[in-house]
């Protein structure tokens, strides 16, 4: 029984089988001032011919292939049929995994107008930094618009893009580095330039403590408004080099009386409603403060 087994099993890791498996769809060779809509999903299910073994191999490991569609013919109809690309999408994939269906065969598309428009460019990052360390300014796109191409429908949605992830670890120093724009998986439209110079200023940090004076807000229905304590501290971190730039004055600190008045609080919470660019409050105290009313 165990002999058969194993012979059965070389067997079948050593024939050539059919395998089906899903696939994502790009597209290359897009016809020049024609916009379009696909009219199906971009994931089709390709059906090749591969060894046994590599199904085996397929199944331990599963992935999702992507293979690229060429829309050269969209200049005459406004279909593409796959069983006319077989070998263009054989091309690429290795020699000894042969694609012989596509499902759908037909990709439909539906044309529109096509227009243009310039969105700004909107940087994205995950970084971590070194301790003490963190961005001190405005982070830079150069250039600050590109050009979007499309369907006059896809397009005016279209309020901004994003770049690929800028990632980093340990950071204690400006970053200067090329991000390519994420499209976000709209392939019917074309970018210009498709990628944007990224500049973001690094710096070393420090804690800094400043008194914010309270102001009381919706107050105006009473003779007087007293909170106590008046002022509260706020623990904040700055960049070294504007350690001096922000004082108290550069906050704002406000506690509101409709707090009180719709849900009879025993203590008013307080909240910065202005803070300087680019500084992080650690703390503030008292979060909660005590009052006194004369109507």
Sequence with gaps: MGISFVAWLLFAVSTVQNY?????????????????????????????????????????????????????????????????????????????NQVVAV?????????????????????????????????????????????????????????????????GTNVGADIRTVAYLNKHQKNNITIYPTFSEISIPVGEITEKVVEVPLKVENASRYTSVRTLPSKVKVVFLVSLKDYNKWSSRDFEAIVDMENWEKNKVQSLPVILTKTPDYSQVISVEPQNVDFFVRR
């Design 20 to 96: 089906t498996i899903n696939a994502g769809i790009s597209y290359v060779n897009i016809p020049e001032k024609k916009a379009f809509h696909p009219l199906q999903s971009d994931t089709v299910s390709i059906r090749m011919k591969i060894s046994g073994w590599k199904i085996f191999m397929k199944r331990l490991h599963p992935d999702t292939p992507h293979i690229q569609v060429d829309l050269s013919g969209l200049k005459t109809r406004n279909f593409i049929v796959f069983t006319n690309q077989l070998g263009y999408i054989n091309r690429q994939f290795p020699v000894d």
């Design 103 to 167: 499902s759908p065969d037909t990709l439909f598309f539906d044309f529109s107008k096509q227009t243009q428009r310039k969105v700004p460019v909107r940087p994205v990052y995950n970084m971590q930094f070194k301790k003490q360390y963190g961005i001190i300014g405005d982070t830079r796109a150069n250039p600050e618009y590109v050009t979007v191409t499309g369907p006059l429908e896809d397009v005016a949605n279209i309020d901004f893009l994003e770049t690929d992830t800028i990632k």
